[in-house]
């Protein structure tokens, strides 16, 4: 592998693991405000997620100064080319500006749907998708991109999707977030495997991209042979071949690069950028002094670009067992006044036997859209050391984990800091943490092989318990 720009290999388009949306019956939906416009080549989709229907648009011919074409119009999120079940309308030869042909397929696709408002804003959204289509078709040169068109419209480039197939936006279309979160926290994992959801257009775990787009991942941190040893790992689970992803291996700081890596954004049209990460791109302390100018190069790279930044926390917020809440991006406020959005990814539970972790991802910090609190639940395995990496949805209701404001590891330190003497027993720590004994053991047990405890004293027979303490600090007693 080159430390230099290099592709990887072509896509598999043959998915047999891509997930149909489940769409609600149409009635029970209320009104969008916009269609999702995706090109697929030569074929265009119109997506109405809140109505649970789908416009296909195919086999475009010029007729004059209208483009005729087929027509389709499904139930749910044809998106992926054949997701949707049923058909509101038969498919119809017609125009896009006008013709009889059009009009009978907008009557009939209004006629099934019961509630009149329904039917009148059906109506109102498929002409207007006719003529977004036409624009689109007719002018080229005056075309949007569907991730410049979505901007305009708050939209997100990766979503996150639940266990109960609900649906989070995460990553902010066309603008700069931060994932971050402390050593070990697979916040790397997750931009990795955002990575490959907008490089290949599919849901990968539990993130779902707005539409397939270029992707260029600048790394500071490793070599092109982990990163690209990571994506074939996710790929592996997900039956996929790796992506064409732009890798750079930079090893100059962002300001020192940032009009050859604007260049390469304009030659590829590159849409998503992933740093990896902050300290090493800014190159120097994060003060504000160094954090500005790094931002402004990233806001370069053009308005269309979003940008996943990767970024540690700060050393004195992971060691202050005491504190509560989410942990801000370490150096200068600039960085997180800068970004859109700041998301911490944090490992709550895991098993170093089956090789499992459980990440909570939380919104930190969002401009001018709703921050919902509760954190996304993701859980991942890994198979071996170079096996395939399992990542999926979790939940509050199977890890419990995810419920706490701080994971029971942190409570279990914080715990140790404020006992008298640096140390506790095991039955002690189950009955002031409240957690069943059987589980507190399991815990303790998981974090001496992490390295965060220390057994004082081993436990066996009548009364004996273990006594622990934190591995960072010399014994109380």
Partial sequence: MSDHYSNTAALDDDDPFSTPSAAAPAA??????????????LVWWVVWESLGISARFSRFAQDGGDWKCLVDVLEGDGSQGNHA???????????????????????????????????????RQLRWAFGAIWDRVSQPEKAVSVWEFHKENLQYAVSYVGEDRSV???????????????????????????????????????????AQAPVLYIDWETRGSTVMSRLSRLCAAQNLQRPDVL??????????????????????????????????????????DSTM????ALRLLGDDVTVVVIAHVSLASVNDKRRTGPRR??????????ARRCI?????????????????????????????????????????????????ATSAEQTPELGEEDSMEDRVERALLQAAGGHLGTKDMS???????????????????????VQVSEGGGRGREAQWRLAHDEPGF
């Fill in 28 to 41: 029970e939906k209320s009104a969008p405000s916009v269609g999702r416009i995706i090109n697929q080549g």
């Fill in 431 to 453: 009955e002031e943490l409240d957690i069943p004994l059987g589980k507190m053991r399991r815990i303790l047990q998981s974090m001496e092989v992490n390295g965060r405890l």
């Fill in 247 to 288: 890798y750079k291996r930079a090893l100059q700081p962002l300001k020192d690069m940032s009009e050859d890596i604007r260049q390469e954004v304009l030659d590829h049209d590159i849409k998503f950028v992933v740093i990896d990460s902050v300290s090493a791109a800014v190159g120097s302390d994060l003060t504000g």
């Fill in 329 to 338: 991006m370490m150096g200068s406020v600039q960085g997180r006044n800068q």
């Fill in 168 to 210: 989070r936006g995460m990553i902010v279309l066309g603008e700069i977030n931060v994932l971050q979160g402390d050593g070990g926290s697979t916040k790397s994992y997750q931009a990795m495997a955002m990575t490959l959801a907008v490089a290949s257009g599919r849901q990968v775990g539990p993130w779902k991209p707005l």
């Fill in 85 to 123: 079940t049923g058909r509101h309308g038969r498919m119809t030869n017609c125009g896009l500006l006008a013709g009889t042909n059009r009009e009978k397929l907008l009557k009939e696709v209004g006629a099934s749907f019961t509630r009149a408002d329904l039917r009148t804003e059906v109506d």
């Fill in 293 to 296: 100018p790094f931002m402004s």
């Fill in 344 to 392: 911490e990814v944090k490992r709550v539970a895991g098993n170093p036997i089956d090789r499992t972790a459980v990440i909570a991802m939380t919104v930190e910090k969002a401009n001018d859209d709703a921050m919902d609190g509760a954190p996304c639940g993701i859980r991942i395995q890994w198979s071996g050391t170079d096996g395939p990496v399992i990542m999926g």
